[in-house]
């Protein structure tokens, strides 16, 4: 079995999109996989499963839809995906403790991706990197360190222009998701 970790997008922000973990809990129980866990309200949940990614994710979202009454992207990762998202950071530790000092609140976030942006996508989004914004893609994930704030930033306000649908999480809710897989895998 593979372990997945499920981010969901827009759920629960600003009173939309509005789902209880323990409802999203049952839905996916029903769905009939393993060793279902939520954490936090911004939905994230991992789960064991034996299907590939892609039509295990259509039928997530599809589940969601027919449960709640709304549909929302949902992004997967493997246990091993994470892991290597985590142990691979593009952003030096001074860096970051640089953003760090004179951010407003988390600095370091990663924009999981549904898929790998085109270079067209790539270039639309090169204008919107700054001394207090900055970025680098690897693959399906984009790393975004702020010396800033996230909140009213022209960078995570474009990362739409890559043309691929996606969602963000802060370093610490990687690092606690990592340190529930590892749980997992004992």
Known sequence: ???????????????????????????LEAMDLSRVQTYIQSGNVLFESDEEEEPLRNRIEHEIEAAFGFSVT????????????????????????????????????????????SQEGIDRL???????????IQGREVFLLFSKSIRNSKLANNLQKL???ATVRNWKTINKLVALVNAKEV
Request: hydrophobic fraction near 40%; proline fraction near 4%; include cysteine.
């Open 1 to 27: 079995m593979t372990i997945y970790i499920a981010l969901l997008r827009g759920i629960n922000v600003g009173g939309r999109n509005k789902i209880k973990m323990a409802e999203l809990k049952h839905t």
């Open 74 to 117: 949902v992004v997967l990762r493997t246990a091993e995906e994470l892991k290597m998202i985590a142990a691979n950071c593009p952003f030096s530790e001074e860096e970051v403790s640089e953003a760090e000092a004179s951010s407003e609140g988390e600095s370091l976030y990663v924009s999981f991706l549904l898929e790998e942006p």
């Open 126 to 136: 090169k204008d919107f990197s700054s001394e207090n914004e900055t970025y680098q």
């Open 163 to 165: 043309g691929v649908p």
